[in-house]
């Protein structure tokens, strides 16, 4: 089942907590991605839930190749016998480059950062799933709506997800919501939040589908794209300290 993807994934996760500053929080953070706890990983490996918790608390130190290797192949085998959604929704993103019209930006978060993280940058609005704010989310894809809808095939549209769907889809030049949030519902991958700038008339089908889909959806009130794209970048150069 998609190996070279499978392949690819576990290089990318394997090299990523090598080169970390801090192994521990980017082993949490793949933990966290693939939604398996500190008891499950751990019943895996067959080790107590404990060596799992100092190694993301810096409490051991860091992990040499043959415990990463094991890391990484439990959280794939985890998956694979869940379905494989995480190695799937990583397919979606190798192959051809982002329509660069369409891209304004993506960016991933070096410690995953929360939905309220989000609305407080877009100076946001939630106003679907307030519950949901604590939500973590790593990394963001601001999109300009109407080159979206012009230019990418259904298949593109999954690649903006980057490398994980916990992440924020930002669009632009939005009227009223609605056609982002049927996209969403027809590709079946749903982000982690949904933010709408330049809403006019926001369209309440677009919340009931938020609803359904339990997605946070936020209309962000920052004056125009190039302040909302600087604050977002501020948000991860904020993150890249805190490691």
Do not use: C
Not at 58 to 82: H, M, N, Y
Not at 94 to 121: H, M, Q, W, Y
Not at 235 to 240: G, R
Request: net charge neutral.
């Amino acid at each position: 089942m998609l190996e070279k993807e499978k392949e690819a994934l576990a290089k990318r996760i394997a090299g990523e907590i090598t080169l970390s500053a801090d192994p521990g929080k980017t082993m949490r953070k793949w933990r966290e991605i693939f939604g398996t706890s500190q008891t499950e990983l751990a019943e895996f490996l067959g080790v107590s839930s404990s060596v799992i918790s100092d190694y993301e608390g810096g409490r051991r130190k860091s992990p040499g190749a043959s415990t990463i290797r094991k890391f990484v192949e439990a959280l794939l085998e985890i998956d694979e016998k869940r379905g494989g959604n995480v190695i799937r929704a990583f397919s979606k993103t190798i192959g051809s480059e982002f329509p660069t019209s369409a891209i304004l930006d993506i960016r991933e978060f070096a410690l995953p950062a929360t939905v309220k993280d989000i609305v407080d940058a877009v100076k946001g609005e939630v106003v679907a799933n307030l519950d949901l704010i604590d939500r973590r989310i790593y990394g963001y894809t601001v999109i300009d709506s109407i080159q979206a809808i012009l230019e990418m095939s259904a298949e593109e549209f999954l690649k903006l997800y980057g490398w994980t769907t916990e992440r924020a889809l930002v669009f632009t030049k939005v009227t009223t919501g609605r056609s982002p949030m049927i996209a969403i519902r027809v590709q079946g991958l749903k982000p982690a939040v949904v933010v709408l700038h330049g809403v006019k008339n926001l369209d309440q089908l677009a919340v009931k589908l938020a609803e359904r889909e339990r997605v946070p959806l936020v209309i962000s009130h920052v004056e125009n794209e190039n302040d909302l794209i600087n604050s977002l970048r501020r948000l991860v150069e904020k993150k890249e300290k805190e490691l």
